[in-house]
C-alpha cells in the first residue's frame, strides 16, 4: 500500500473511531484532516461544542481567529494538503465549570502514533494550548506562555500558541510582543511555507 493511501485509511479508521464514545456527552463524531502533501501541522486541544455540531474543525470564532493569527484563508485552511488539523483530542470531550473538558486521554496515544510519522512534507508543526504545549513541549519549557515567548528558537520548525479563543484574549494584551512580534514570524514562516 502506497504511503498516501496508507495515511488515508488510518484517518478514515480515525473518523469512525467510537473508543471513548460512552464517555462523550454527544457521543463521537472524529474532527480531523490529514493528507500526504501537508505542509503546516496544527495540534490542537479538542474540538469545541459548536464545531462538533458543525461537522467542521474549527469552525467558530476561535477557528476566524486563528486564521487570522496565520494570515491564512478559509480556503488554504481547509485544504488538508496544505494544512494538516490532528488535535489531541479529536471529538468534543464536553464542558465544564471553566469551559471545555480536557481532551480525552486515550485519543492521542492511539492515533498521534499511526498519523503523524506520515506527515513528512510537513515544515511547521503549531502546538496550539496548553494540552498540546503539555503534550509537546512539556518537558522542555515550564508553561505555555515561556514556550510562546521562545519562538525564534522554536522556529522555523514549531512555535507554541494559546488556544485562539476569546477568553485568551488578555493573555495576548498582556504581552505585547504576540501580537508585534510573534503573529508576523509566523505569518511569515507560514507563508513561506505554503509557497513550496
Not at 485544504?79 to 464542558?95: E, H, K, N, Q
Request: proline share 10%; aromatic share 8%.
Amino acid at each position: 500500500m502506497k504511503p498516501a493511501q496508507t495515511l488515508l485509511t488510518i484517518v478514515e479508521e480515525a473518523r469512525a473511531c467510537t473508543v471513548c464514545t460512552s464517555s462523550l456527552p454527544l457521543g463521537a463524531k472524529p474532527l480531523l484532516a490529514a493528507d500526504l502533501a501537508s505542509r503546516v501541522l496544527i495540534i490542537g486541544q479538542a474540538p469545541g461544542k459548536a464545531t462538533h455540531l458543525a461537522g467542521t474543525p474549527w469552525q467558530d470564532r476561535s477557528g476566524d481567529r486563528l486564521r487570522e493569527w496565520l494570515g491564512v484563508s478559509t480556503e488554504q485552511f481547509y485544504d488538508p494538503r496544505r494544512i494538516a488539523l490532528v488535535p489531541t483530542g479529536f471529538c468534543y470531550p464536553g464542558s465544564g465549570a471553566n469551559g471545555d473538558l480536557p481532551p480525552r486521554p486515550e485519543c492521542a496515544p492511539l492515533w498521534h502514533p499511526r498519523i503523524l510519522p506520515l506527515l513528512v512534507h510537513v515544515e511547521l508543526t503549531i502546538y496550539l494550548g496548553g494540552f498540546a504545549f503539555a503534550s509537546n513541549l512539556g518537558k522542555r519549557y515550564r508553561n505555555l506562555s515561556e514556550a510562546a515567548a521562545d519562538f525564534r528558537a522554536l522556529l522555523p520548525q514549531s512555535i507554541a500558541l494559546p488556544h485562539p479563543s476569546p477568553r485568551n484574549g488578555m493573555w495576548a494584551s498582556q504581552r505585547p510582543w504576540f501580537a508585534g512580534e510573534l503573529l508576523p514570524a509566523l505569518r511569515e514562516r507560514v507563508r513561506a511555507v505554503l509557497a513550496t
